[in-house]
């Protein structure tokens, strides 16, 4: 037994030393795994004892269009004019520093609190105010790496900055950071940025402005305030709270300077510029997904689908737009844009989004009340749901509470066909159609054709029925209201637009291809009648200033206020939009779908087919088969005969006596002729036709 103990108390002491043995080995390997992973890091780095001569050279970027040709060179090197720190204000400094890093005095160049308070905030789902990367973190990621998001470039970076922080003082490093950032519109460091922004030297800003730049750097393209000034006033509140909180300022200037206004420097840039509108809208979708200095360094080739011959077909077709006024910020009103998509692939093959003279693109960014051009989305609603061409609809008064929708006419025709109701824009049957299959149902369809614009919650929203005439609580886009009409175009299918085809690294790999997005919405035959019916708009309706004598359909859309005109059309092969309008509150001078907008449409389009084949569209057989003429008389014909009717039982005669007969063709004649009167003499193009409401 006490041999047995003995071996007991034995086997606990060999495991320790075993065990001690193992742990030792364990260590022996951790420093080796840790020594060779520094020395592969410290080769990686390649540092040198100046750091400011390892910077990594940015590329430019190149921009292509649908025939490989180079329309656009994106670069950002060179409108970069660097100042020393004495130059820079104190407020922009403390600024950045607020919004950025409000510890960057503080730490060694990485900041675990930034970090955890970054992946809380993720975590979370919360906006972060600050960012998790330190301004130092920053300026070795900008400065001497690529953009790269890979476990490498995060171990570089954190290496880099704390390698900064050993060579340069804070306030050195700051500048640097300073003359480094980018802000949107080609310019890199603040004193680029001041004189881009506010046309003065960094040196001169004020407390406000500096605000405003140090909110722009977190998104470049969206912050900017030539691009999105609501978005950037937003952002400079929240700098100026931030400077307030960590006791820069005080709440009382923080709130001074938020009320101030700014004064944006104005380009000097004149007349049509080329196709800078699509430009900005490629590199902003760029920018959300491979951030704007991806964009401006990495030397990106970005192949796109604008067509430069219908460009500048469409840049041609809008020097028809009218000079009313010079607004306060120095543009002349009204603007205008125009947008062609070829509906079977979705390509944007033109985009004009102004006079050229701003940066502000109305194509994409302008959401403008529709009018009657959103009338088509009732109608086809109303196919869909087993009306036809020639379903009868009442043209009478009508009061919907205290609404009571009216024709432009001030008249009423009786009973009309659907036809007739989409060939001069009739409002009443318009309404009494939405009112009778539901609004929804019209509302449905046009978000399935690509209209993203509707608000359906809350206490105003467009679940009403003056949406059926356009009347929407915020608007459309040109773009989307384009892309919409390409549905009736592509025989129902509604194909989603697009801008860029493929995009490829400096190093040639493809880093996205765009893929068609599709889905059937409609029926092709009721595509084929919306076609057929909007073909007649143009023919002899409220569009025959829009016909290019070869097939083509379309529709009008003029605001009762006259703010906004619209006319939006298609052939077999093309679907473009023309919109005419202020930019501020204020009318057109009468100024109707049918009138300008459809001439600039018929301009584009003439110079869009040189060349082409004419293709007509598919045919919409219960649509050709139907005969011209109302199907029921107006009211008052039909009171006619029936005292003819009366008149014959007095005298005793039947109605199928031969005078009976007389009777009934004659009144069957003046039917005729008072349809003749209501439907056969066109009105102005574009004119004599009741407006959609606001």
């Given amino acids: 037994m006490q041999k047995s103990e003995k071996k007991t108390t034995k086997k606990p002491k060999n495991g320790s030393i075993l065990g001690k043995a193992i742990l030792a080995i364990g260590l022996i390997l951790f420093v080796m795994i840790i020594g060779v992973g520094c020395g592969f890091l410290t080769a990686s780095l390649n540092t040198r004892p100046n750091l400011a001569e390892d910077i990594v050279p940015p590329a430019s970027s190149q921009i292509y269009d649908i025939h490989g ?24 400094q403390n600024a950045f520093i607020a919004v950025e890093d409000n510890r960057f005095y503080e730490h060694i160049g990485i900041d675990p609190r930034g970090i955890m308070r970054a992946v809380l905030a993720n975590i979370q789902g919360r906006e972060l105010t600050e960012g998790g990367s330190t301004i130092t973190q920053q300026l070795a990621k900008n400065a001497y790496l690529t953009q790269d998001r890979t476990f490498k470039r995060k171990v570089q970076e954190v290496f880099l900055a704390l390698q900064l922080e050993r060579q340069y003082t804070k306030q050195e490093i700051l500048e640097l950071y300073m003359n480094q950032i980018y802000f949107g519109q080609g310019a890199y460091g603040v004193q680029a940025a001041a004189r881009t922004y506010f046309g003065k030297d960094v040196k001169d800003l004020t407390l406000n402005e500096c605000a405003m730049l140090a909110g722009i750097p977190k998104s470049p393209n969206y912050y900017s305030p030539l691009n999105n000034m609501e978005a950037a006033t937003e952002r400079k509140a929240v700098v100026l709270d931030q400077m307030a909180k960590y006791g820069y300022i005080s709440e009382g200037e923080a709130n001074a300077a938020k009320k101030e206004a700014l004064t944006i420097a104005k380009n000097n840039s004149d007349g049509v510029n080329g196709p800078s509108y699509f430009v900005d809208y490629v590199l902003q979708q760029l920018a959300e997904k491979y951030g704007d200095d991806a964009i401006y360094k990495d030397g990106l080739q970005i192949y796109t689908t604008i067509d430069m011959n219908l460009q500048a077909a469409a840049e041609n077709a809008m020097q028809n737009l009218p000079a009313y006024f010079t607004d306060e910020n120095g543009i002349v009103q009204p603007q205008g844009a125009l947008v062609a998509i070829d509906p079977h692939t979705g390509y944007i093959k033109a985009m004009v989004g102004g006079r050229g003279t701003d940066q502000f693109n109305r194509a994409t960014q302008a959401v403008r009340q529709p009018g009657s051009a959103f009338k088509p989305f009732v109608f086809v609603a109303a196919l869909e749901n087993n009306y036809t061409a020639d379903s009868i609809i009442d043209d009478k008064p009508l009061k919907i509470g205290g609404w009571e929708p009216q024709n432009y006419s001030r ?3 009786g009973k009309v066909r659907l036809r007739d109701v989409v060939r001069w824009s009739l409002n009443v049957p318009t309404v009494r159609i939405a009112q009778d299959i539901g609004i929804d149902k019209a509302i449905y369809y046009a978000q399935q054709m690509g209209i993203s614009t509707f608000v359906l919650d809350g206490a105003t929203n467009d679940r009403n029925l003056a949406i059926a005439l356009g009347g929407m609580t915020r608007g459309v886009t040109p773009l989307e209201l384009t892309s919409a009409y ?3 175009a592509n025989r129902g299918i509604h194909v989603e637009p697009v801008a860029i085809i493929r995009v490829v690294s400096r190093t040639g790999k493809v880093l996205e291809e765009a893929q068609r997005k599709e889905k059937s919405v409609i029926s092709a035959a009721n595509a084929a009648t919306m076609t057929a019916m909007m073909e007649d708009v143009i023919q002899r309706g409220t569009g025959t200033r829009a016909n290019i004598g070869r097939p083509a359909a379309g529709k009008t859309g003029t605001t009762s206020d006259y703010h906004d005109a619209w006319f939006v059309g298609y052939t077999p092969d093309l679907v473009a939009c023309v919109w005419v309008g202020n930019d501020s509150v204020g009318d057109l001078h009468g100024m109707a779908g049918g009138t300008t907008p459809a001439v600039i449409w ?20 219960s649509f050709a088969a139907s005969s011209d003429a109302p199907i029921e008389a107006p009211e008052k014909d039909k009171d006619a005969k029936k005292s003819t009717d009366e008149k014959g039982k007095e005298t005793g005669k039947s109605a199928n006596a031969p005078n009976a007969g007389k009777s009934e063709a004659n009144a069957n004649a003046s039917a005729s002729r008072t349809a003749a009167s209501v439907f056969g003499e066109a009105p102005e193009p574009g004119m004599g036709v009741e407006k959609g409401q606001n």
């Fill in 69 to 92: 040709n180079e329309i656009a060179n994106i670069h950002a090197a060179e409108n970069r004019r660097p100042v020393g720190i004495n130059e820079i204000p104190k407020d922009l």
């Fill in 602 to 621: 018929q301009a584009f389009m003439l110079k869009a087919h040189v060349g082409l084949p004419v293709r007509h569209f598919e045919e919409a057989p």
């Fill in 411 to 413: 008249n009423f025709s």
């Fill in 486 to 488: 390409g549905t009736f």
